[in-house]
């Protein structure tokens, strides 16, 4: 398989390739920081109550966990040419992530699709798995990358 460095190019690329992240722990005070941004909810903002939440106890917004997914990603978890850039997708957050939850993520390329407007590039569908220490599902995310062709 060839690529530009470390990073793959649309033809570089085969359906069911996996790729499997780094992991980042995540601690009580970002779950808090970022909730306070960006989802200001009780049971992302505080532990008490957080415990008559729904949740039980503190947990992350969904979006946090999407933020770092993607931080995963892009530090290597989908060594993808010119970036990780979206085209749309699907998500969802079967189980909650709490403080101290080391995170990853497993990648696997379910279709590739060559533009046929855009000869430089292409779709890729790629579903991602972030899941805690334990190897729990804490999101599962179905994505369209926009991928480049390797240059002529």
């Known amino acids: 398989m060839q690529s530009d460095g470390d990073h793959l ?40 109550a957080a415990k008559a939440s729904l949740f039980g ?3 992350a917004s969904g979006w946090h966990t999407a933020a770092i997914t993607m931080k995963l990603l892009v530090q290597g978890g989908a060594p993808i040419a010119g970036g990780v850039i979206g085209a749309g997708g699907e998500l969802r957050w079967p189980l909650p992530v709490r403080p ?14 060559p533009s046929r407007s855009k000869p430089d590039r292409g779709i890729v569908t790629i579903r991602s798995w972030t899941r805690n220490q334990r190897g729990e599902v804490v999101q599962d ?9 390797r240059p002529a």
């Open 9 to 48: 190019f649309l033809d570089d690329l085969k359906v069911g390739q996996r790729f499997l992240s780094g992991s980042c722990e995540i601690e009580a005070s970002e779950i808090k920081a970022f909730a306070a941004q960006f989802d200001p909810q009780p049971f992302h903002l505080d532990e008490e």
């Open 57 to 59: 106890g503190l947990a």
């Open 100 to 113: 101290g939850d080391r995170l990853e993520v497993e990648s696997e390329i379910l279709d590739i699709a």
């Open 141 to 149: 995310m179905t994505a369209k990358l926009v991928v480049p062709r």
